[in-house]
């Protein structure tokens, strides 16, 4: 069964500064099937990123995921005030599962 | 724009069965391609994939919840819905319908907060 640890469990941050969220996988993982989502307070997971690297409909370029194999990033390059979040990366497909998620908090 | 909407029991005696349905519209569940899914996040933690239903009707579930779940489609409705059997108050959550598309949950409905007490 592979687990997804995503680190660091928070993350404090100014706006303006760059985020940098790491997915690391116990067993190797299929570029195509790894996800980041965004979660804010009250609300459903938004998708971010789907195959490691494409951004979904509508997500700015600001956003952008790497990795392959057990070792995967989501990037946020300059933090906007509506980014301070809960982020979550996601094996999707067969066996999905998510990671426990990094809170991205202002600082 | 494709709609997702959860409904259902928001308060469930332990022992009992968990009952929620998906109500979608804006497109049609019987799309190929796709595959419906549950999944819930207990309060203040994190998410957890239940399991889906393939267009076709086939399922897959969590293997920590396969025993007491599961999951249908009702064509017609244009709906599907998820069952829990036998909930204790671990299963307490907010639950999430979403449909997957091979390129990650992209559509979710607003979630539905299910209480297990007594």
């Known amino acids: 069964e592979i687990v997804l640890t995503q680190s660091p469990g928070t993350l404090s941050l100014s706006p303006g500064e760059r985020a940098t969220l790491s997915c690391r996988a116990s067993?190797?993982?299929?570029?195509?099937?790894l996800a980041w989502y965004q979660q804010k307070p009250g609300q459903a997971p938004r998708l971010l990123i789907y195959g490691a690297s494409s951004r979904a409909t509508g997500i700015p370029d600001r956003f952008s995921g790497s990795g392959s194999g057990t070792d995967f990033t989501l990037t946020i390059s300059r933090l906007e005030p509506e980014d301070f979040a809960v982020y979550y990366c996601?094996?999707?497909?067969?066996?999905?599962?998510f990671g426990q998620g990094t809170k991205v908090e202002i600082k | 724009q494709l709609q997702l909407q959860e409904s259902g029991s928001g308060l469930v005696k332990p022992s009992q069965t968990l009952s929620l349905t998906c109500a979608v519209s804006?497109?049609?569940?019987?799309?190929?391609?796709?595959?419906w899914s549950w999944i819930r996040q207990p309060p203040g933690k994190g998410l957890e994939w239940i399991g889906y239903i393939y267009h076709s009707g086939s399922t897959y579930y969590n293997p920590s919840l396969k025993s007491r779940v599961t999951i249908s489609v009702d064509r017609s409705k244009n709906q599907f819905s998820l069952k829990l059997s036998s909930v204790t108050a671990a299963d307490t959550a907010v639950y999430y319908c979403?449909?997957?598309?091979?390129?990650?949950?992209?559509?979710w409905g607003q979630g539905t907060l299910v209480t297990v007490s007594s």
């Open positions: 804006g497109g049609s569940i019987s799309s190929g391609g796709y595959s």
């Open positions: 979403a449909r997957e598309s091979g390129y990650g949950l992209d559509y």
């Open positions: 067993q190797s993982v299929s570029s195509s099937y």
């Open positions: 996601q094996q999707y497909g067969s066996s999905p599962r």
